[in-house]
């Protein structure tokens, strides 16, 4: 069974914008949801993630300010609006869930379900 869809990557001039969506499975438990990425060659990195308990929100560093991360309950769904895109932003980017994080709520680690990832490409 499918627990997570992702969409809405694709190609997009510097400057631009995209917003990701993620429909979780309303069987999935979690406790936090969050959006992640992967550049060839590079670490899984987090860049935003939700708190289901409260709706608190933590950003990268690199996405502060360009990016917002929300959650829409009654769907089960989340969404990464990204703006001012920059070539450094093209990865795959993951939505994944976590069953037990709470506290520190945003290390890849701490996820336990992913989805099959979108390209989002930065590119002129």
């Known amino acids: 069974q499918v627990q997570l869809v992702e969409s809405g990557g694709g190609l997009v001039q510097p400057g631009g914008s995209l917003r990701l969506s993620c429909v979780a499975a309303?069987?999935?438990?979690?406790?936090?949801i969050g959006w992640f990425r992967q550049a060839p060659g590079q670490a899984r990195e987090a860049v935003s993630c939700?708190?289901?308990?409260?709706?608190?929100?933590t950003y990268a560093d690199s996405a502060t300010g360009r990016f917002t991360i929300s959650r829409d309950s009654a769907t089960n769904t989340v969404y990464l609006q990204m703006n001012r895109l920059i070539p450094e932003d093209t990865a795959v980017y993951y939505c994944?869930?976590?069953?037990?994080?709470?506290?520190?709520?945003?290390?890849?680690?701490?996820?336990?379900?992913w989805g099959q990832g979108t390209q989002v490409t930065v590119a002129s």
């Open positions: 994944a869930t976590s069953s037990f994080a709470t506290t520190y709520y945003c290390g890849p680690t701490l996820y336990d379900y």
């Open positions: 939700v708190r289901r308990s409260d709706g608190a929100t």
């Open positions: 309303d069987s999935l438990y979690y406790t936090a």
